[in-house]
């Protein structure tokens, strides 16, 4: 009986079919690592709050070891204290543009696990001195950088990269659709200074596309 079931569960597979036979799977395109041995925080010029954080990331000839988010030491080395409480993953084609979106009463913390993108935010905090400024900064699997977007920004990306994107997200809050808003990424106000401004050429989803000029938002 076991015999038999063994035969017969080879006899379905051709020697075609065999795992060493089957083609390789690409090798993931070379990225220089950054090598840091303690987290580093840079604060953006202008944009109260919004900070890059960088972490610690221990390369060496087998690839890798980055240690992306120690809530201890960034509260301690850092002066990093926010209460993280969802995970988001997203994958997006070369050329997607997703933006700009708010969700309120949500921070952001945005990392690149494969791939680069442009990683833009926006001030729409009434009141704010910067309102209505934006940010541009390349996240990628190189660097390993973090962007903390702060509740109150708008948010959006391009990929540039070949392979695409995973863009990772620690946020603050728990997603609420009832609350979230956006804003059209090619709004003439704003100039965002995409790397692919030809909005034709880029990949946005008709909602995003439809989103209303930053003018509808209140100063104050």
Sequence with gaps: GCARMIDYLLSMFSPADSPRDLPQQPAMKAMEIERRLRPEVEEITNM??????KPK?????RGFFSESYNAVEWKEQLGFDQT????NHSFSHPGVLRGLHAQPGMGKLVTVAVGRIFDV????????????KWKGVYLDAGNRHALWVPDGFLHGFQVVSEEGAHVMYKCSAVYDATTEYGI???DADLAIDWPQSDAARCIVSERDRSHPAFATLRRS
């Design 48 to 53: 109260e709050g919004v900070r890059i954080i």
């Design 57 to 61: 990331v221990f390369p060496d000839a």
């Design 84 to 87: 993280l409480v969802q995970d």
């Design 121 to 132: 935010i926006v001030d729409a905090r009434p009141g704010s001195a910067t309102f209505g």
């Design 184 to 186: 059209d990424p090619f």
